[in-house]
């Protein structure tokens, strides 16, 4: 039987490691299976296809992550099959330019209607959500 290169983050990387496994190393999902469910749900792209949570990937392999209304477009640089703090995550994939400022643009846009109350702060009450009906009611 042959062995794969083992290894951490610390030296040496493998050739290949598991799709599903490097997302949770790399910290895009908190768990694996969160992965697999963004993988199986064409959330993440592997140079441009749609790919199986078992797909071996390699250095410099082109992911495309979306989650939420957030988009990464990231290169992998590195491979760990140990998950560490974020800041040594980050070390895992270089982030493209222009994926990394629409999500923040994204993210200021949100904070502006947040802050200009387009956004509510609090889920409406029992006596908010009987009026909002009653205006949804009535408008027809």
């Known amino acids: 039987m042959v062995r794969q290169a083992e290894s951490s983050f ?17 910290r895009f999902f908190k768990t694996r299976q969160l992965a697999i469910e963004a993988i199986n749900g064409g959330k993440v792209h592997l140079n441009g296809q749609r790919v199986k949570p078992g797909k071996e990937i390699g250095l410099d392999a082109r992911l495309t992550i979306t989650k939420d ?11 760990s099959k140990q998950r560490r703090p974020a800041a040594e995550a980050e070390r895992l994939y270089e982030e493209d330019a222009n994926s990394r400022e629409q999500r923040q643009a994204l993210v200021a846009q949100q904070r502006e209607d947040r802050e200009a109350g387009l956004q509510p702060d609090q889920r409406p009450t029992k006596r908010d959500r009987r009026l909002i009906h009653r205006f949804k009611r009535d408008a027809l």
């Open 10 to 26: 610390d030296g040496a990387s493998a050739e290949r490691m598991r799709l599903d496994k490097w997302l949770w190393a790399a």
């Open 69 to 79: 209304q957030y988009r990464w477009d990231v290169t992998v640089r590195a491979l």
